[in-house]
C-alpha cells in the first residue's frame, strides 16, 4: 500500500499554505503519526552552505553529495528536471503520510488554502479537491470548508479520511 498524501494548495502565493501546513505537521505528530513534508520550490534553491565539503564536492562536479550523521542524513540529488512526488515520498523511510506544500499540477488530494483578499474560488479540479482552508464565511465550496485557523478539525479531517485505518506506531 502506498503513503497517502495530501497536498496543500492555493491558486496565489501570500495565502498561508506554509502556516497550515506547519501547523498540520505538528498536529498529526502529536497524534502519534509520523509525518514527511515536502515542500516544492520553483525558483530553485540551496540546502548546502557554500564553502562546506559538501558544498566542495558538489562543485567539484558530483552529481550526487550524501551528508551522514548519526541521527539523520541528507542527499542531495542534480536532476535535469523537477523530481515527480510519488518518487520523492517513496524514497522517505518510516512515513505514514506525507503533507505536501504546493503541487498543485500532481494529480493528488487537495486542501486548497482560500483567502477573501485573494479570491473567493477554489481553483483545484472537484476530482483532487478534498477541502477547503479558508476565511470566506459564505463560500459555495463543494467540499468541507474550514476555518483557516481551526488545524485540529482540518488535521481531524486528514486522519480520517487517511489513517483512520492504519496503526499509530
Known amino acids: 500500500m502506498s503513503t497517502p498524501v495530501v497536498c496543500i494548495v492555493s491558486a ?3 495565502t498561508g499554505k506554509t502556516t497550515l501546513t506547519e501547523k498540520l505537521i505538528a498536529e498529526v505528530v502529536r497524534r502519534g503519526y ?18 562546506k565539503d559538501s558544498w566542495r564536492f ?4 558530483a552529481q550526487a553529495v550524501a551528508v551522514v550523521g548519526p541521527d539523520q542524513y541528507a542527499v542531495i540529488q542534480k536532476t535535469n ?17 506525507a503533507i505536501v506544500e504546493g503541487f498543485k499540477l500532481s494529480g493528488k488530494q487537495k486542501i486548497e488554502v482560500v483567502r477573501r483578499e485573494k479570491g473567493t474560488q477554489a481553483i483545484s479540479s472537484p476530482e483532487e479537491l478534498i477541502a477547503v482552508a479558508t476565511d470566506v464565511t459564505d ?17 481531524d479531517f486528514i486522519v480520517d479520511k487517511f489513517l483512520a485505518n492504519s496503526c499509530v506506531k
Do not use: R
Request: proline share 7%; net charge negative; aromatic share 6%.
Open 81 to 97: 528536471q523537477k523530481k515527480d512526488l510519488d518518487e520523492i515520498v517513496a524514497a522517505m523511510e518510516g512515513i505514514d503520510i
Open 139 to 155: 463560500g459555495n465550496f463543494p467540499v468541507p470548508a474550514f476555518p483557516l485557523d481551526d488545524y485540529e478539525k482540518i488535521a
Open 58 to 61: 558538489g562543485q567539484a562536479g
Open 12 to 14: 496565489v502565493s501570500n
Open 34 to 51: 509520523k509525518v514527511g513534508a515536502v515542500k516544492s520550490d520553483a525558483h530553485g534553491f540551496s540546502i548546502d552552505v557554500p564553502g
